[in-house]
């Protein structure tokens, strides 16, 4: 049964009731598909039952790395690549922003780079547009993809924020979230530390990924530039996959069982209180077609 809640978002208990209604799903992972660890529950078994009846389905992250790296990452947790047809990610994005330099920011940027960001990211650095790899007073510009080490907070890295806007150093942001639950644990991403940047010490930033209006042009143009009103976004993201579905004129389905879900105390599987949910949607400034517990049919 689905009801509305005072902000005219359809509650619904699952995705079956729209088997048939959308030709195309644009569908968040962390969060959404899976928790970094494992996929969540009934996910994996919803994009299959819209893949059987024809449901063209591209996965878009705010991944910050490289497509090949998600899609590595996906099959190491137990998502295959039978399940979605294309990927795109921000970090994808940013890569290549730096290379061509095709806009007037990025083509102000010089080619020394500092580097935040763990190990595991250090492929963004493996780019014809960049010449070395520098320590922050002999860069030209700053690539952030999220904090070094798990646990990190935003504290870790003000010294360092401070170097690099004494400095004047350009930041390119990889990944505009601002957390991420890995399992039951919440974590910074690159996009705290860009908001930190700007915010407190004024710092020039480039964002790349959702809910930027770029990586959904992107993302309808791969799709051949289909009809906005059979496209569905999914994901749990208000400030970014909501938002940026808005932004795009497509509808979204948002997941409240994830980052969201503390916030609302919803249950697993289940629908928060409307009223919680309309609270929280007026203090965003969003308003996404439908509201589900989790990816599951």
């Known amino acids: 049964?689905?009801?509305?809640?005072?902000?005219?978002?359809?509650?619904?208990?699952?995705?079956?009731?729209?088997?048939?209604?959308?030709?195309?799903?644009?569908?968040?992972?962390?969060?959404?598909?899976?928790?970094?660890?494992?996929?969540?529950p009934g996910a994996v078994e919803c994009l299959e039952e819209f893949?059987?009846?024809?449901?063209?389905?591209?996965?878009l992250s705010n991944a910050p790395f490289r497509v090949a790296g998600v899609r590595e990452l996906l099959a190491q947790i137990g998502i295959q690549d039978s399940i979605y047809e294309d990927i795109f990610c921000s970090g994808e994005i940013a890569w290549r922003a730096i290379r061509d330099r095709a806009d007037s920011w990025?083509?102000?940027?010089?080619?020394?780079?500092?580097?935040?960001?763990?190990?595991?990211?250090?492929?963004?650095?493996?780019?014809?547009g960049i010449d070395a790899i520098a320590e922050i007073e002999d860069a030209d510009?700053?690539?952030?993809?999220?904090?070094?080490?798990?646990?990190?907070?935003?504290?870790?890295?003000?010294?360092?924020?401070?170097?690099?806007?004494?400095?004047?150093?350009?930041?390119?942001?990889?990944?505009?979230?601002?957390e991420v639950l890995r399992g039951d644990t919440r974590e910074i991403c690159a996009g705290a530390l860009a908001e930190a940047y700007e915010s407190r010490f004024g710092g020039d930033v480039a964002w790349h990924g959702k809910p930027y209006r770029p990586v959904f042009d992107e993302v309808l143009r791969i799709l051949g530039n289909p009809d906005r009103a059979r496209v569905l976004m999914i994901g749990d993201g208000l400030a970014t996959d909501v938002a940026g579905a808005a932004g795009a004129e497509i509808d979204a389905a948002f997941i409240v069982g994830g980052i969201a879900a503390e916030r609302l105390r919803a249950s697993p599987g289940a629908l928060p209180d409307p009223g919680r949910l309309a609270a929280l949607l007026g203090e965003v400034g969003q308003s996404p077609r439908y509201a589900m517990p989790g990816l599951i049919w």
């Open 141 to 178: 510009f700053l690539i952030c993809t999220g904090p070094r080490e798990a646990g990190h907070v935003l504290d870790d890295y003000m010294p360092e924020l401070a170097r690099a806007s004494a400095a004047k150093l350009p930041m390119v942001c990889t990944n505009p979230d601002r």
């Open 106 to 128: 990025h083509a102000k940027l010089g080619r020394r780079v500092a580097f935040i960001g763990p190990d595991r990211h250090r492929s963004m650095l493996d780019n014809p």
């Open 51 to 59: 893949g059987a009846v024809g449901t063209r389905i591209t996965l």
């Open 1 to 40: 049964m689905a009801y509305a809640c005072p902000m005219n978002t359809e509650l619904l208990p699952g995705f079956r009731s729209l088997g048939s209604r959308y030709d195309y799903l644009i569908v968040d992972l962390w969060g959404t598909l899976h928790d970094g660890i494992a996929p969540l």
